[in-house]
């Protein structure tokens, strides 16, 4: 193609990242974010790649699927996941980082490139050149209008929610400890505060909590505009407000975000029956977020049901919990593997639009759209990942999905395709542990080998270098 010429559309994790991967083989790159001329519910800044949720990406352990998703994207020159290793704050075997910090290390990186034009204001329709559609959950009504118009796409929409985020000197350290699951030594100190509740404690809260007032989506929905009449009920699985949980049975959190599992209590050197962790949200170390407790309750509500919490009866917040529409197109009847779209080769999709789910998981989906964007206007055969690594299988999942049933997909072992390794002699199945560790193994073989079949190595290492 003669135009070299390419329209990134939002400011994410994906957006960025596709912005930066077509910017680094020569392509004149147009990013186009909304903010702050635009914002929405669930962001405070105008800084590229904002964090809205957790500021955790996930497990950074070799053998866990975000692990094996962020070294495939380490051998392919990721962006993103630099700034997140250079702004990252303690977070046991997890990758978090510093909300901030990271949000304005990636728009610095993406601001100093001198392929990349960063244009601060809405897009309302599809532009009829080479594009990469990244913009996100929460896409505006009238280009998700118009992209349903062009493309005939069904979109589905479903609620997510992120969790409160307290100032750390408001947390009562005189009962609330510092460990790490598991960990072994006093002199180890933990990564997260640990609120623990005793069994009276945690049922008492835990009744307050399913009698809380709740934010009516209906309501939230005319609050955004959104223009979209859904199922109030329809909550992405993977991210379910605590609220919701707690109601399908009083020792649901006790076995799901507030398990105590790993985790002794100093005063009394056993086990809580239930606990809070508090994870590092900033480099500074002032503020900690609820690890695992999203929530749709109204301010005042959170603030009286978590008093609750042994160790939070004073806390302040920096940030309360909410709930956020996201949007998502049915990527099975839309999308390649390439994440180009099937109408029209030059058109991509990117990030959580596609149904792909978690942060890393959306900037890798970005990695591949912008990489095979650059790719295509330089007349360069595009990059198809095998099914056996993480990113190769989780763009054919939601590319191969059924579509009546399409639901948002995080990276996990459960849609690679299966060991075809015999179990240990005596043994009916290979243990989980050795499971994932060859599962690891496996994509780094056939990353590797896919990288050298098509010169992919040294392309990257010359953008690298760049």
């Known amino acids: 193609m003669e135009n070299k010429q390419l329209t990134v559309i939002g400011g994410g994790l994906a957006g960025t990242e596709a912005a930066w991967q077509a910017a680094q083989q020569g392509i004149q790159v147009d990013l186009y974010e909304m903010r702050p001329v635009q914002s929405t519910r669930a962001h405070v800044t105008d800084q590229l790649a904002e964090l809205v949720c957790s500021n955790s990406l996930g497990s950074n352990l070799p053998d866990r699927a975000s692990g094996v998703l962020k070294t495939e994207m380490r051998a392919l020159g990721s962006l993103i996941l630099d700034c997140a290793e250079e702004t ?18 990636v728009t610095a990186r993406i601001g100093g490139h001198p392929n990349i ?13 080479p594009t990469v559609i990244a913009s996100g959950p929460l896409t505006s009504k009238s280009l998700t209008d118009d992209i349903q118009a062009k493309l005939t796409g069904e979109n589905l929409f479903f609620y997510d929610a992120i969790s409160p985020i307290v100032y750390a000197d408001s947390i009562n350290m005189d009962i609330a400890f510092r460990a790490s699951r598991y960990q072994r030594g006093e002199e180890v100190q933990g990564d997260y505060i640990n609120c623990p509740l005793n069994k009276e404690e945690y049922y008492a809260f835990v009744d307050a909590l ?10 939230f929905e005319q609050d955004i505009e959104s223009g979209i009449h859904s199922n109030i009920h329809n909550y992405f699985e993977s991210c379910l407000p605590i609220e919701i949980i707690a109601s399908r049975g009083v020792d649901s959190l006790a076995f799901g975000p507030m398990r105590p599992v790993g985790l002794i209590d100093p005063r009394s050197d056993r086990r809580p029956y239930a606990v809070v962790q508090l994870r590092q949200d900033n480099l500074a170390g002032s503020l900690y977020n609820l690890v695992g407790f999203q929530t749709n309750l109204r301010w005042p509500e959170q603030k009286r049901v978590f008093e609750l919490i042994p160790g939070l009866e004073t806390a302040e917040y920096a940030r309360f919990g909410m709930m956020h529409r996201n949007t998502f197109v049915n990527s099975p009847s ?7 779209t099937r109408k ?3 058109w991509f999709f990117a990030g959580q639009i596609t149904g792909i789910e978690g942060y890393i998981g959306n900037a890798a989906s970005g990695l591949i759209a912008g990489l095979n964007a650059g790719r295509l206007l330089n007349d360069q055969p595009l990059v198809t990942l095998p099914q056996h690594t993480m990113l190769g299988t989780l ?21 690679i395709p ?10 009916k199945k290979i243990g989980k542990r050795d499971r994932y560790r060859m599962y690891a193994e496996r994509s780094a073989n056939a990353l590797t080998e896919y990288m050298s079949a098509n010169s992919l190595e040294t392309m990257v290492t010359a953008l690298s270098a760049t």
Not at 91 to 104: S, T, Y
Not at 117 to 129: F, N, S, W, Y
Not at 399 to 411: I, L, V
Not at 418 to 427: E, T
Request: include cysteine; charged fraction near 25%; proline fraction near 11%.
């Open 88 to 105: 990252a704050v303690p977070a046991g075997g997890a990758l978090a980082v510093d909300r901030e910090g990271f949000a304005e290390l």
């Open 344 to 346: 029209r080769e030059d």
């Open 395 to 415: 763009c054919h999942y939601i590319t191969h999905s059924d579509p009546e049933t399409f639901q948002p997909m995080k990276a996990n072992f459960g849609i």
């Open 210 to 219: 399913i009698a809380a007032e709740r934010i009516d989506l209906r309501e």
């Open 334 to 340: 839309l999308l390649e593997p390439t994440m180009q």
């Open 418 to 427: 299966p060991l075809d390794v015999a179990p240990p002699p005596g043994k």
């Open 117 to 129: 034009t960063v244009h601060r204001q809405e897009m309302t329709a599809l532009p009829d050149g």
